[in-house]
């Protein structure tokens, strides 16, 4: 079982040991993502992941990057809505080499007016190239119109207004904000020695002090949905349809939801594939449940040429899930144990799970009571959490122009 402990100045560190593993991953969860930012900061968390890569105190531009790949490894960061983390993936007897690396950039990043009038450019041409992306594009405007006040509602990378505003101060002023003791939670999993672990975190991360700051961006609330709309571009071959629900904040009910994406998901066997694509009425679908903590959603997303056909398909899919027999419940229950025992046998795919659990979530049991949450689901409480798919949804449509 990974354990968790609390530095002095309020960090959390967690800890599991793998004597299985030769590797090790060092990670560090930050609860700053893009759901954080003012309005005139839009993208600036992103921004920032940026930056923090550029260098710090101890390590110049570059620096950082040469001493983990020599060590083996790989480094690496993403920005997402609910936090931003960075990580590093390597040979277990260098852990400390990446624990050093990450909380030297992490704490102690060079936010200054060179590296932020260099990273403008940069991440305004990655704002253009997710403009090229139909699929990106519509995605955001589909969250737009399904999220009417939480953030989610808008996109990662913010505006070219807003980042094109960026300052050294502004980008400061944000990180003084958001990357405080109580939002910054680190991850070491592998074949490591826990004591040591927490011995070397609080070296490193135990100096910060920086005080706490009541952020509190507006939940969702409200789950109705409804309503169609159409997008058209250029690059598009083939339609593609969307429908989504929103639900509420996520937490240890998510089993449910999960249970559901695995029945309608999951393998040959899945309700998706067997009232939808074996009949001919799609080329391809999914679902997919997003587990966001002011609001989250679940979608079922699917390529084919017949879109009245297949919106009435999954309508009439939705109202046979709530008839599914105890036999099939547990079916999916199985598969999606399979799939999770599997998935948390690579040392990433844990960490990532426990950092998300405690930095996000504030709740570890929501990674590692997830087996044992699984088995104890029953059908009642499931038809009861998934009545949400006979209200109506929000139906985007993607056509070729």
């Given at each position: 079982m990974p354990e968790v402990k609390k530095l002095k100045n309020g960090i959390r560190v967690v800890v599991k040991e793998r004597r299985d593993l030769l590797s090790a991953t060092v990670s560090v969860w930050v609860k700053a993502g893009a759901a954080y930012e003012r309005e005139d900061e839009r993208g600036i968390a992103h921004f920032l992941e940026h930056i923090v890569f550029n260098g710090s105190e101890n390590f110049p531009e570059g620096e950082a990057d040469r001493v983990i790949e020599?060590?083996?490894?790989?480094?690496?960061?993403?920005?997402?809505?609910?936090?931003?983390?960075?990580?590093?993936?390597?040979?277990?007897?260098?852990?400390?080499?990446?624990?050093?690396?990450?909380?030297?950039?992490?704490?102690?990043?060079?936010?200054?007016?060179?590296?932020?009038?260099?990273?403008?450019?940069?991440?305004?041409?990655?704002?253009?190239?997710?403009?090229?992306?139909?699929?990106?594009?519509?995605?955001?405007?589909?969250?737009?119109?399904?999220?009417?006040?939480?953030?989610?509602?808008?996109?990662?990378?913010?505006?070219?207004?807003?980042?094109?505003?960026?300052?050294?101060?502004?980008?400061?002023?944000?990180?003084?904000?958001?990357?405080?003791?109580?939002?910054?939670?680190?991850?070491?999993?592998?074949?490591?020695?826990?004591?040591?672990?927490?011995?070397?975190?609080?070296?490193?991360?135990?100096?910060?002090?920086?005080?706490?700051?009541?952020?509190?961006?507006?939940?969702?609330?409200?789950?109705?949905?409804?309503?169609?709309?159409?997008?058209?571009?250029?690059?598009?071959?083939?339609?593609?349809?969307?429908?989504?629900?929103?639900?509420?904040?996520?937490?240890?009910?998510?089993?449910?939801?999960?249970?559901?994406?695995?029945?309608?998901?999951?393998?040959?066997?899945?309700?998706?594939?067997?009232?939808?694509?074996?009949?001919?009425?799609?080329?391809?679908?999914s679902s997919n449940y997003q587990n966001l903590i002011l609001g989250a959603n679940f979608t079922v997303g699917a390529l084919t040429e017949k879109v009245e056909e297949a919106v009435k398909a999954v309508k009439e899919l939705c109202g046979k899930v709530l008839e599914v027999d105890q036999e099939e419940f547990e079916t999916a229950k199985r598969k999606l144990y399979r799939t999770e025992l599997f998935g948390r046998e690579v040392g990433e795919a844990e960490a990532d799970s426990l950092g998300f659990a405690v930095a996000v979530m504030d709740d570890i049991g929501y990674s590692t009571e997830f087996l044992r949450d699984l088995e104890t689901a029953d059908i009642h409480s499931f038809k009861k959490f998934v009545e949400f798919l006979l209200k109506e949804p929000l139906i985007g449509i993607l056509l070729p122009s």
């Open positions: 020599e060590a083996g490894g790989e480094l690496n960061a993403a920005t997402s809505y609910d936090y931003t983390y960075y990580y590093a993936n390597l040979p277990a007897e260098h852990y400390e080499t990446a624990l050093s690396v990450l909380s030297d950039l992490t704490l102690r990043p060079l936010i200054d007016r060179k590296h932020v009038e260099k990273e403008i450019p940069i991440v305004l041409e990655e704002i253009a190239r997710s403009r090229d992306n139909p699929h990106e594009v519509f995605t955001e405007e589909f969250l737009k119109r399904l999220y009417k006040r939480a953030p989610y509602r808008l996109p990662i990378l913010g505006f070219e207004e807003t980042v094109k505003s960026f300052t050294a101060e502004k980008v400061k002023d944000f990180y003084q904000r958001l990357y405080t003791p109580d939002r910054i939670v680190v991850v070491v999993e592998g074949n490591v020695e826990k004591e040591k672990v927490f011995e070397k975190t609080e070296e490193l991360f135990g100096w910060l002090k920086r005080e706490k700051e009541e952020i509190s961006p507006e939940e969702e609330g409200d789950t109705s949905t409804g309503g169609t709309f159409t997008m058209e571009h250029p690059a598009v071959e083939l339609p593609y349809l969307l429908i989504g629900w929103k639900l509420p904040p996520a937490g240890r009910h998510d089993i449910y939801y999960d249970i559901l994406d695995a029945l309608l998901s999951l393998g040959r066997s899945s309700l998706l594939f067997r009232e939808l694509r074996e009949k001919g009425i799609v080329y391809s679908a």
